[in-house]
């Protein structure tokens, strides 16, 4: 497991999954990742950086969002 930093694009409250930029990408996002239901939907504002678990470093879908600031 690794930990990346991202960028927020978009947020879906409804169902706690993201949309991150990841740093050093300068166009690629990563859809529908999965958020900590520990993290409050007020914090998951776009534009915020994330700190996001990668399970397996070739697939950035298997991922969990963890922290933001």
């Known amino acids: 497991m690794t930990i990346e930093r991202g960028t927020l694009r978009a947020w ?3 169902n706690y999954r993201a949309t991150v ?15 900590s239901r520990a993290i409050a939907s007020a914090e998951m504002v776009t534009g915020r950086t ?8 070739h697939n950035p879908a298997d991922a969990l969002i963890v922290g933001v600031y």
């Open 50 to 57: 994330v700190a996001v678990a990668l399970f397996d470093r």
């Open 21 to 35: 930029q990841f740093a050093g990408s300068l166009s690629t996002t990563v859809a529908a990742i999965p958020t």
């Open 12 to 14: 879906d409250s409804t």
